[in-house]
């Protein structure tokens, strides 16, 4: 079982940056990727961005050149940096990871909101 905990979400004006992190406890040797998801107000959950235990990352094309995402060496915590905000990036935030058989795990998410 693997637990993950999102914190770091705010009211942020339009240009802005926000730092969100995710710490994972439990089984964290078991897991192979985590990513950001986030479900923007009256819309489908969507994925932001991904990172694997190899470093590699994937983003989506919305935040592309805006977002970064990170993680420690034990993938204990990942964090999403995003920048130049947008009220269309306001959403709740979600962290997920996934372990060697696949299975997923969801944090609780976290809001951010941007606006003037």
């Known amino acids: 079982q693997v637990r993950l905990v999102e914190s770091g979400g705010a009211l942020v004006q339009p240009g802005g940056s926000l730092r969100l992190s995710c710490a994972a406890s439990?089984?964290?040797?078991?897991?192979?990727?985590m990513a950001w998801y986030r479900q923007p107000p009256g819309k489908e959950r969507e994925l932001v961005a991904t990172?694997?235990?190899?470093?590699?990352?994937n983003y989506a094309d919305s935040v592309k050149g805006r977002a970064t995402i990170s993680r420690t060496n034990t993938l204990n915590m990942v964090y999403l940096q995003m920048n130049s905000l947008e009220p269309e990036d306001t959403a709740v935030y979600y962290c997920?990871?996934?372990?060697?058989?696949?299975?997923?795990?969801w944090g609780q998410g976290t809001q951010v909101t941007v606006s003037s």
């Open positions: 439990g089984s964290i040797s078991s897991i192979r990727l």
């Open positions: 990172i694997t235990n190899g470093d590699h990352t």
């Open positions: 997920t990871a996934r372990d060697n058989w696949q299975r997923s795990y």
